[in-house]
């Protein structure tokens, strides 16, 4: 690809929170090295910043720039929900991102041609019009939740008062939604009135806006006529792969992957609710005694700061059949052959690890875009199975692990799971849609 975006400058937004700066950095590393000559600056906070360029290797194009995240003074008291601190951060946003641009201006002595931004910071589409320069939103979240954006004011009014188990059929492609799957921010946004709860109702009018939407996920996957759909309310809708530069530590402290080597084909239940969620102690502790009771081989990667809530002697009495431990190289274990389910939250990173693994999954979501990824799972792909009560539960937890571990009506969703690895596979080669998109993409930061 000849460098058509020499002495551009692309200034760079992520959302701070969860694993959301992950897959824009990898997009940002995957840009940088096909244009060597465009420059792009990073801006991150101090936090986020301090964990994803620990050290002073980046490529000679991406510099990083820290601004603050929003937090009056150091101290400040905050509630215990990780949702003030995204109020905060966006409350201050488009402030921060001017500074952090005029940070960056001063230090390269090039104007910003271009904004990529995380979606969720659309206030950085006031700081590209205010420069004249185009915005790009960048999509982490899983990808069919886009469709909840534009269509959130039709499904509260016409369904607000209904069980939130029945399913609806409004989404185009996606038949099978239930209110439950909805995230509660966008659903409830009227009453909750936060800073986030509005900036997620804006989305539905601001991407549009988008001189480009970038979904982080395979088009082959998603249901064509979700695709039709939200396409026509774009100006362009480009499907990058997520690729996977080793950002966040790949190590391997526990051993973990070469103890799967002891174990036979499709064996073993790998368990993770992801960097941000913790669940209740009475669902770790069914967790615990289903894997117990049921007697599968385990892996269970598990903050150190939950452990405490496992019931007594648990670890001693699974110790050799089971792993508890605080991380693991989680792309790679699922990877490994003798991994036959995910218990996952279903966090976007997670499930789309999984898909690419073949791995079927067991589905606890708790909040956001992981209600909808479960809905997918189980209803489109047909590759997991979303817990009984959406609850875990002892016995719950067992038959869903016998299902999709041992019996004969859980081979479709392991044949399915076969399947969508084939097509990932597929989606991944320079033929795929991707690579075109990933030109588009190219071409509008050089047209900037
Ligand atoms: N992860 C990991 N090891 C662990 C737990 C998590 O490498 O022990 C990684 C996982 O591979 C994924 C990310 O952390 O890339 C979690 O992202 P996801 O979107 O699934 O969930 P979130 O943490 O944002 O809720």
Same mark, same amino acid.
């Given at each position: ?119 969720? @910071? ?55 939604? %239930? ?18 709860? %509005? ?14 939407? /970038? ?97 007594? #002697? ?74 009984? #009560? %959406? /609850? ?21 969703? %392991? ?8 097509? @990932? ?16 993409? /190219?071409? /509008?930061?050089?047209?900037?």
């Amino acid at each position: 690809m000849s460098d058509s975006t020499a002495n551009k400058h692309v200034a760079v937004f992520p959302f701070p929170f969860g694993t959301h700066v992950v897959p824009i950095l990898n997009l940002v590393l995957k840009l940088s090295q096909v244009t060597p000559n465009c420059l792009f600056s990073f801006i991150g906070t101090h936090k986020s910043n301090a964990l994803h360029f620990p050290k002073p290797h980046n490529p000679h194009n991406i510099k990083h720039y820290s601004i603050n995240d929003g937090i009056p003074y150091e101290g400040h008291p905050l509630a215990n929900h990780p949702i003030e601190k995204v109020n905060f951060f966006l409350k201050t946003g488009p402030e921060n991102l001017r500074k952090g641009i005029q940070m960056a201006e001063e230090d390269t002595k090039k104007k910003v041609t271009c904004i990529i931004s995380d979606a969720f @910071v659309p206030c950085s589409l006031v700081v590209a019009q205010t420069l004249n320069v185009p915005w790009i939103a960048f999509w982490p979240p899983m990808s069919c939740t886009l469709s909840l954006y534009f269509y959130i004011d039709v499904i509260r009014k016409k369904f607000a008062d209904c069980d939130e188990n029945a399913s609806f059929d409004l989404l185009p492609g996606l038949p099978k939604m %239930r209110l439950q799957d909805i995230p509660h921010d966008l659903l409830f946004a009227g009453e909750k009135k936060t800073v986030f709860s %509005r900036t997620l109702v804006s989305l539905g009018e601001v991407l549009p806006q988008a001189k480009a939407v /970038v979904i982080n996920f395979f088009e082959e996957l998603d249901p064509p006529l979700f695709i039709k759909d939200v396409r026509s309310k774009l100006q362009s809708m480009l499907y990058v792969v997520p690729v996977r530069f080793p950002i966040l530590t790949v190590a391997d402290p526990s051993g973990c992957l070469s103890w799967l080597d002891s174990n036979t084909s499709r064996t073993v239940a790998y368990v993770s609710f992801g960097t941000v969620v913790t669940p209740p102690a009475h669902e770790i502790v069914a967790v615990a005694e289903a894997l117990e009771e049921s007697g599968f081989p385990f892996v269970w990667s598990l903050k150190e700061n939950i452990t405490g809530l496992l019931p007594d #002697g648990f670890v001693q009495r699974t110790i050799t059949r089971g792993k508890v431990v605080p991380w693991v190289p989680q792309t790679q274990l699922l990877a490994h052959d003798s991994v036959g389910v995910f218990v996952t939250h279903c966090g976007s990173n997670s499930v789309t690890e999984s898909l690419s693994s073949g791995v079927p999954m067991i589905c606890r979501p708790f909040f956001g875009d992981q209600m909808v990824g479960a809905r997918v799972i189980e209803d489109v792909w047909g590759i997991g199975k979303i817990i009984e #009560g %959406r /609850v875990f539960t002892k016995n719950g937890l067992i038959r869903s692990l016998n299902l999709i571990l041992v019996q004969k009506e859980g081979k479709k969703i %392991r044949d399915n799971a076969l399947k969508v690895k084939n097509s @990932v596979e597929s989606a991944s080669k320079p033929e795929g849609i991707s690579t075109t998109h990933f030109k588009t993409l /190219v071409k /509008v930061i050089s047209s900037s």
